[in-house]
């Protein structure tokens, strides 16, 4: 463990620290880095912010893009102060980060009440398998958009 990805887990679990002893949000922190220098830092604000997608790192990711003016933070490196869920694993991916370093497991975070067993879980099952309903309509309908994207010259790919 080289003393960089140590000072940057460092400020990562300070920031979950802070807000496990405050009102500030869930035990949760994270950075991005670039090049070897801060990018983007935050905290989980579920919440102060009624926010159930405002994790560390979907915080962290949405600042880094802001910072970098880019939704691509490719040569980019997350740490994390506990395993990323799936929702941050997701954005994670989306975001095109580069490496994802984390403190403690999702065994560890189950024990203190942040379990995400049970999304995993559901990954795993058929649509109609799934505790949360979902039921597909119209269709056919639903390509136009997909249909215009392919269709416009001037997207911008992502």
């Not at 949000?25 to 912010?49: E, L, M, Q, R």
């Not at 309908?141 to 001037?154: A, I, M, S, V």
């Given at each position: 463990?080289?003393?960089?990805?140590?000072?940057?887990?460092?400020?990562?679990?300070?920031?979950?620290?802070?807000?496990?002893?405050?009102?500030?949000?869930?035990?949760?922190?994270?950075?991005?880095?670039?090049?070897?220098?801060?990018?983007?830092?935050?905290?989980?604000?579920?919440?102060?912010?009624?926010?159930?997608?405002?994790?560390?790192?979907?915080?962290?990711?949405?600042?880094?893009?802001?910072?970098?003016k880019t939704f691509d933070l490719s040569g980019?490196?997350?740490?994390?102060?506990?395993?990323?869920?799936?929702?941050?694993?997701?954005?994670?991916?989306?975001?095109?980060?580069?490496?994802?370093?984390?403190?403690?497991?999702?065994?560890?975070?189950?024990?203190?009440?942040?379990s995400d067993a049970f999304i995993y879980d559901q990954f795993d099952l058929?649509?109609?398998?799934?505790?949360?309903?979902?039921?597909?309509?119209?269709?056919?309908?639903?390509?136009?958009?997909?249909?215009?994207?392919?269709?416009?010259?001037?997207?911008?790919?992502?």
């Open positions: 463990m080289d003393k960089e990805n140590v000072e940057f887990m460092k400020k990562a679990l300070e920031i979950a620290s802070g807000n496990a002893s405050t009102q500030g949000g869930g035990p949760f922190g994270a950075v991005i880095v670039k090049d070897g220098k801060v990018v983007s830092a935050a905290g989980n604000t579920v919440t102060p912010d009624n926010d159930p997608t405002a994790h560390a790192e979907v915080n962290a990711i949405r600042n880094a893009c802001k910072e970098l980019c490196v997350l740490y994390t102060s506990c395993e990323p869920c799936p929702m941050c694993l997701s954005a994670s991916y989306w975001a095109r980060i580069g490496r994802i370093y984390y403190a403690a497991g999702r065994d560890d975070a189950a024990k203190a009440g942040f058929p649509v109609n398998e799934r505790s949360l309903p979902a039921e597909r309509i119209m269709e056919e309908e639903g390509l136009q958009p997909f249909e215009l994207w392919l269709r416009n010259e001037n997207k911008r790919a992502y």
